[in-house]
C-alpha cells in the first residue's frame, strides 16, 4: 500500500555514492521495497528529461535516471563515445544503488526502460546483466528506438554542427532557442556530437538477444522510427514481446505521461505473473 501524499517526505532516502552518485539521479522518493526502473536518455539528453514520469509513477516505483558523462553537471567528465561502454559503466552504477535492497535481494524486480539512443544502452546493458556482470532486469522497455540490427546514422549529420543541429530540430528534441544562443549551444553540442559518433558506431552483436521480456513503445508520427523498425525488437529477446504505438512524434513520452506510466505499471505486472 502507498503511504499517503503528505508521507512521502518521510520515506527514507537511498543514498546515491561512489559511482552511483556520479551516473544516476533520484527525482521522487520510493517505498522501501518499491521495484526499481532504469531510464536511459536520448542522444544529447539528460537525466532530467524523466522527472515527470519519475513523478508520475512515485512512490509506488523506485526511479533511477542515468546522467551520461559530458553533460550539465558533468560537463567535465570526458564524454563516452561507445554503446557498450556506456552500458558496462551504467551497469556498475546501477549495482551499486541497488546493493542491500529488495531488488538485490530479489524480491522486487527492476526493469529497465531506454528512449531513442537509450534503448540500446539499456539493451546493451541487460545484456550484460544477463551475462553475470551485474543486475539483470526482469523486463526491458524499448521507446522510439529502431531495432538494434535496424540501427543506422547517415555519416552527413557528423559532417558538422549544422548537419547535427538541424537532425535534432527535425526530432524535437531540443528548442531551437537553445541552439540558436551560441553559449547554450556549445554546452549542449559536445554531448551530442559524442552520442552520434556512438550511434554512428554501434555494430550489434550478431544474433543477440536479452532472455527477459522487451516491450516496445513508439509514436504513431515518429520521423525516426517507423513502427515496422520498433517491431523488430521481437527478434532481440527469447522472452515474451509486445509494441504499443502511441499518438506522437519522436518525443511523445512528455505528452502522453499517463499513457507510458500505465504501460510501466502493466509490465510491472506481467513480470509479477512470470516469477
Do not use: K
Not at 46 to 56: E, H, N, V
Request: proline fraction near 10%.
Amino acid at each position: 500500500m502507498s503511504p499517503p501524499a503528505n508521507s512521502l517526505t518521510t520515506l527514507p532516502a537511498h543514498r546515491l555514492t561512489g559511482t552511483a552518485a556520479d551516473w544516476l539521479r533520484e527525482y521522487a522518493p520510493a517505498e522501501p521495497d518499491a521495484p526499481c526502473l532504469v531510464f536511459f536518455p536520448h542522444a544529447g539528453g539528460s537525466a532530467g528529461f524523466f522527472t515527470p514520469l519519475a513523478r508520475a509513477l512515485a512512490p509506488a516505483v523506485r526511479v533511477l535516471a542515468v546522467q551520461y558523462p559530458g553533460r550539465l553537471e558533468r560537463r567535465t567528465h570526458p564524454a563516452v563515445h561507445d554503446i557498450r561502454e556506456l552500458a558496462a559503466r551504467t551497469l556498475t552504477a546501477i549495482g551499486e544503488a541497488v546493493h542491500g535492497t529488495p531488488v538485490a535481494q530479489g524480491r522486487a524486480p527492476l526493469l529497465y526502460f531506454g528512449h531513442s539512443m537509450g534503448s540500446l544502452v539499456a539493451f546493451e546493458t541487460a545484456l550484460l546483466g544477463e551475462r553475470g556482470h551485474g543486475p539483470a532486469p526482469a523486463a526491458l522497455l524499448a521507446s522510439g528506438g529502431r531495432a538494434p540490427a535496424l540501427t543506422r546514422v547517415d555519416p552527413a549529420i557528423l559532417r558538422g554542427d549544422d548537419s547535427l543541429v538541424a537532425e535534432v530540430l527535425h526530432l524535437g528534441g531540443t528548442e531551437r532557442a537553445v541552439l540558436d544562443d551560441p553559449d547554450l549551444r556549445e554546452l549542449v553540442l559536445p554531448a551530442l556530437r559524442a552520442d552520434y559518433r556512438a550511434l554512428h558506431d554501434y555494430v550489434p552483436e550478431p544474433a543477440a538477444r536479452v532472455r527477459c521480456p522487451v516491450r516496445a513503445l513508439v509514436g504513431d508520427r515518429d520521423p525516426l522510427v517507423p513502427v515496422a523498425d520498433a517491431r523488430r525488437w521481437a527478434d532481440h529477446t527469447t522472452g515474451p514481446f509486445a509494441l504499443r504505438v502511441l499518438p506522437g512524434d519522436h518525443f511523445y513520452l512528455n505528452p502522453r505521461l499517463p499513457d507510458v506510466a500505465d504501460t510501466v505499471r502493466a509490465v510491472l505486472a506481467e513480470v509479477a505473473e512470470l516469477s
